[in-house]
């Protein structure tokens, strides 16, 4: 797994790949199969990992963190 979100993140910083997330515009999710890797890339030059979790509970887990 931990190979998994490492090659993710690198994407990431590539520019490569991150869907927006709906109702969340300063956010985007990517999938490593069954998680989802939330974070944002709004200021330039700098990508925040907000959340890597489940993808059952991490939307409910990304509300309660933000609210």
């Known amino acids: 797994m931990r190979d998994r979100v490492s090659e993710k993140i690198d994407q990431i910083l590539k520019g490569h790949i991150g869907e927006p997330l709906k109702g969340k ?9 069954k998680y989802r890797l939330i974070y944002s890339d ?17 939307y409910d887990e990304l509300d309660r963190l933000l609210n």
Do not use: M, P
């Open 42 to 58: 709004k200021e330039k030059c700098k990508i925040v990992l907000v959340k890597l979790s489940h993808r059952e509970t991490v």
């Open 25 to 33: 515009r300063d956010y985007k999710k990517v999938r490593i199969g």
